[in-house]
C-alpha cells in the first residue's frame, strides 16, 4: 500500500508542477469569467448598431408604416418615386444600409420580395423583416376575407402547458428547456472528462514505457500496483483541477464588480435595477431560475461526482493496459484504442435519446451498462430514475471497474515491459487466459 502511496505522489506531483498544467488550470476560468463579464457589460449597456432601412413597398403592404417594437432598433424609411433597379445603385450613398424592396402582389400572390445589401444580411435582421412582412400579408388577407384583424387576433390561441412538479416540498414549476440543457451538459462534461483524462493515462504509460522508466520503477514493485498508482494520481490532477476552477471563478465573480466599475456602477440606477428584476421574475431569467429549483441539484452533483470517479477509473484502466502494450507507433495506438472508445461513443449517442425519451428501452439499458452508464445517466437523471435502476447501475460500475481492473492489470503486467514487438488482440487474449 505504501508503494501505490508512491507511486499517486509522483504522478500527482510531477503533473501539478508542470507549466502546461498550471497555465490552464487558471486561463480556464479566466476565459469562463471573461465571457461572463462581457455579456453582462453588453446587457448592461443596451447599446446596438442602428440600420437605416430603405422600404420600396410597391403593394402597399404597410401602407407607410412599419411598426417597431423596444428591441428593434432599425429605422425604416419609405421611397418614393423610384424603381428596384433605379435606387439599387444608389441607396448605400445615401446612407442606406439595407433596400427592402416589395413588388405588386396581391392576397394569394407570392411574388419575390427582395432585400438589397452589399454583404449576408445578418440572420436576426432577416427574421425580424420575414415577421413583419408575414404579419402585414395576414392582415391583408383578413381584411379581404370581411375579418376584423383585432377579432381574430383575440380568438387566436397561443397555450403555453406549465409544468407542475408534485414533491414532498410542494409544487414546483418545472420547464422542459431547463432539465434538457442541465441533462446535456452534464451528459458531455463526463464523456469529455473520460476521453481527455483516459488518454492521459494511456500516454504517461506510453511515456514511461518508451523512456524505460517503467523498468526502473517495476523493479520495486508489482505491475499492479504500478497501474493503479497512475490511474488514481492522474485522476487526483482531474479532482484537484476541477476544484481549483470552482475556488478561482468563484473568487473572480466577486472581483468583477472592482474591475467593471462602470458597468456595474451603472446596476445602481433605480431604472435599470428595475428592469432586472422585473425579467428575472417574470422573464425568460426567471423561467431558468425556477426550472434549476425545480431540478433535484444535489442528486445531479453526486451522481455527477460518482460518475465521474467511477467511469474514469473504469475507463482509465482500459486505457492504461492499451498504453502499456504500445510502443511509439501512433497508428497502432489509434488501432488499440478505437474499440475503447466505441461503447463512450455509443454512450453520448444513447444519452441525446434518453435526453428526448428518458424511459425508452434504450436509454434504461444505457444508463444500466456500465461501459455507457457514467453518460447516458447523466442524460436521465434531471427527469426522474427509479432508485432501484440508479443503485443496480452504481453497483454495476463499481463491479465493473474491478473486474476490467483485474483484466487489464494481466494485460498491464506484460505489456509493460514488452518492447519491439506489436501486439495484437489474439496475444493479449493469451495473457489473460495464462495463469502465474
Not at 36 to 48: D, K, L, R
Not at 110 to 139: D, G, P
Not at 254 to 262: E, R, S
Amino acid at each position: 500500500m505504501n508503494k501505490i502511496r508512491l507511486i499517486i505522489e509522483r504522478e500527482y506531483m510531477t503533473r501539478v508542477k508542470r507549466k502546461s498544467f498550471l497555465l490552464t488550470t487558471l486561463l480556464v476560468p479566466l476565459v469562463i469569467v471573461g465571457f461572463y463579464a462581457i455579456i453582462i457589460a453588453v446587457s448592461i449597456s443596451g447599446e446596438s448598431n442602428t440600420q437605416r432601412i430603405a422600404v420600396l413597398d410597391e403593394a402597399n403592404l404597410f401602407n407607410g408604416v412599419i411598426e417597431t417594437g423596444n428591441n428593434d432598433k432599425s429605422t425604416y424609411t419609405f421611397i418614393q418615386d423610384e424603381t428596384e433597379q433605379s435606387f439599387k445603385n444608389k441607396y448605400k450613398k445615401e446612407g442606406y444600409s439595407l433596400f427592402l424592396y416589395i413588388p405588386p402582389l396581391n392576397e394569394t400572390d407570392h411574388a419575390q420580395i427582395k432585400v438589397h445589401s452589399q454583404s449576408a444580411v445578418n440572420l436576426f435582421v432577416k427574421s425580424a423583416l420575414e415577421k413583419k412582412i408575414n404579419a402585414a400579408i395576414e392582415k391583408k388577407r383578413l381584411v379581404a376575407a370581411n375579418i376584423d384583424p383585432e377579432i381574430y387576433k383575440n380568438i387566436k390561441a397561443d397555450i403555453e402547458i406549465e409544468n407542475a412538479i408534485d414533491s414532498g416540498k410542494g409544487e414546483k414549476r418545472g420547464v422542459a428547456g431547463v432539465a434538457y440543457a442541465v441533462s446535456f451538459i452534464a451528459g458531455i462534461l463526463i464523456y469529455m472528462i473520460l476521453l481527455i483524462y483516459g488518454t492521459m493515462v494511456m500516454r504517461g504509460v506510453m511515456e514511461e514505457k518508451t523512456n524505460r522508466i517503467a523498468e526502473v520503477i517495476v523493479s520495486s514493485a508489482k505491475p499492479f500496483q504500478l497501474m493503479l498508482g497512475k490511474i488514481i494520481g492522474i485522476g487526483a490532477v482531474g479532482i484537484t483541477q476541477f476544484a481549483i476552477w470552482i475556488v478561482v471563478m468563484g473568487l473572480l465573480q466577486l472581483i468583477i464588480p472592482l474591475l467593471f466599475p462602470d458597468v456595474f456602477s451603472q446596476l445602481s440606477d433605480p431604472a435599470i435595477r428595475a428592469a432586472a428584476t422585473q425579467q428575472v421574475n417574470s422573464g425568460k431569467l426567471g423561467i431558468i431560475f425556477q426550472g434549476l429549483h425545480s431540478l433535484p441539484i444535489g442528486l445531479i452533483l453526486f451522481c455527477f461526482i460518482f460518475y465521474f470517479l467511477g467511469g474514469y477509473l473504469l475507463y482509465a484502466a482500459l486505457f492504461a493496459a492499451i498504453g502499456s502494450v504500445v510502443s511509439e507507433d501512433q497508428q497502432e495506438a489509434q488501432q488499440l484504442v478505437f474499440p475503447v472508445m466505441m461503447p463512450l461513443i455509443l454512450g453520448f449517442v444513447i444519452m441525446t435519446k434518453a435526453i428526448n425519451d428518458p424511459d425508452s428501452g434504450i436509454a434504461v439499458f444505457g444508463s444500466l451498462f456500465p461501459l455507457t452508464s457514467p453518460v447516458v445517466m447523466m442524460g436521465r437523471i434531471t427527469y426522474g430514475v427509479p432508485w432501484w435502476q440508479l443503485g443496480l447501475s452504481m453497483l454495476l460500475l463499481v463491479l465493473s471497474f474491478l473486474f476490467f481492473t483485474w483484466i487489464t492489470a494481466k494485460i498491464y503486467r506484460t505489456g509493460i515491459l514488452l518492447y519491439g514487438k506489436k501486439v495484437t488482440w489474439k496475444e493479449m487474449w493469451r495473457w489473460l487466459v495464462r495463469k502465474g
